[in-house]
């Protein structure tokens, strides 16, 4: 006879927690590997801008703010120091090659002046004190040599007469030995004393020829410290227009320190920072342009400075050919450097995306345009009207080129 079994619903009932959690991760997991994860984010069309991706002639040039500066710039620093007694000419004058801008003035100098011309007199007085000590010994000396030989001339006649006077047998041979001695020391004496008076002659050159030596650097010293005297008178280099002078009444100024500038009005050439990003590639040579009341003026790298500081670099041009009417320093000018030759690349106008992308991707739109899909790109080169794309991009599709900072996190926009 059958049975009824009855079912144990306790048993049921505990286990069913676990049950329906094991299904929960398994759906869980389900939906991580094959779920569409995209976030994607509803976006008005008329607050985006879109473009379309085209082939065209790509222009590498960049776009400087250039300011135009004097040919050549000359400082004024002043030879000596002083105090400032006079302001000959004011910032902005025309100025003349020789004409006195600041006069100064300097006790010290005054004193050392002085010092130099009394050790010049001192000097002309021992040179003339010299000179005449010098003469009176030659003319002892003369006086001496003379009498020397007289004596040996004497002498010489004594031996002579006593050698004949000894040879007939009058004289003792003691008498004519001791003029013979007399003689012969007679002719040594005179013969050492020319000697001497050679010798005192060539000491006397030499000497003479010091001192004055000496005298002509001392005069030559007066001259140069006179000399700077007129350094105190502070004059322009070339001919120009004095564009600074900082200096004031009574001011007190060292040899050297730069009070000033003289701009050389003669030619101008223009000035422009660039991006430390460009370094590598601006050389001297390249060609560069600026439109100015309609007409286009040709500009050339004269100069590439080196130093960087706050992320840009110097760079000098000089005009080629005409320069424009009325050129003024400190005008600005717009100027397009161009860095390589044009080529046809896929380009996009440039926009604000770049800023949160770093060019690394950017927003295709779909063929309706409804959709806007994120897709990485690789931007090469840019100028101030277009990027150059090298990958992700074909030419015909449109992309959005406003900005991404409202939906940076986001990988599809929707457009209404």
Request: charged fraction near 25%; hydrophobic fraction near 35%; charge should be neutral.
């Amino acid at each position: 006879m059958d049975r009824v079994i009855e079912k144990k619903s306790g048993k049921t009932k505990k286990y069913l927690p676990y049950i329906i959690a094991s299904a929960i991760v398994v759906v869980f997991v389900l939906w991580l590997v094959f779920g569409d994860h995209s976030q994607s984010q509803r976006v008005d069309r008329q607050t985006v801008t879109i473009n379309q991706v085209c082939i065209k002639e790509f222009k590498d040039y960049i776009r400087l703010n250039a300011q135009v500066i004097p040919i050549q710039v000359v400082q004024i620093s002043p030879e000596e120091g002083g105090i400032v007694v006079e302001r000959c000419i004011e910032e902005g004058s025309q100025v003349k090659k020789g004409d006195v801008i600041v006069r100064l003035s300097n006790s010290n100098l005054d004193l050392q002046i002085l010092q130099a011309e009394a050790e010049l007199a001192e000097k002309q007085n021992l040179l003339r004190n010299t000179q005449v000590a010098m003469q009176q010994d030659k003319l002892n000396n003369e006086t001496e040599q003379a009498s020397l030989d007289v004596d040996t001339q004497r002498k010489k006649r004594f031996y002579q007469q006593n050698s004949r006077l000894f040879e007939e047998g009058l004289i003792s041979r003691e008498d004519y030995l001791q003029s013979r001695e007399d003689y012969l020391l007679a002719s040594r004496k005179y013969s050492l004393v020319g000697q001497r008076l050679t010798q005192d002659s060539i000491y006397r050159s030499v000497q003479m020829e010091q001192m004055e030596d000496n005298l002509i650097n001392m005069q030559r010293n007066v001259i140069m410290v006179r000399g700077r005297k007129d350094k105190l008178e502070v004059r322009s280099a070339i001919d120009g227009e004095l564009g600074l002078l900082d200096v004031t009444l009574g001011q007190s100024i060292s040899a050297g320190q730069m009070i000033g500038q003289i701009n050389d009005l003669s030619s101008y050439m223009v000035e422009a920072l660039i991006d430390e990003h460009y370094i590598d590639r601006v050389r001297q040579g390249l060609t560069a342009s600026f439109e100015r009341n309609g007409r286009v003026f040709e500009l050339a790298i004269r100069k590439v400075y080196p130093e960087v500081r706050n992320g840009k670099f110097r760079t000098d041009f000089i005009f080629v050919g005409e320069r424009p009417e009325n050129i003024r320093s400190g005008q600005t000018y717009y100027v397009n450097l161009e860095l390589g030759s044009p080529t046809q690349s896929v380009v996009i106008p440039r926009g604000a995306f770049f800023q949160t992308t770093g060019g690394n991707w950017i927003f295709v739109l779909n063929h309706d345009g409804s959709q806007a899909y994120k897709r990485n790109i690789r931007i090469s080169r840019q100028n101030p009207l277009y990027y150059e794309v090298t990958e992700g991009l074909e030419e015909g599709e449109n992309v959005i080129t406003s900005g991404y900072e409202a939906f940076k996190e986001t990988d599809i926009l929707i457009l209404k």
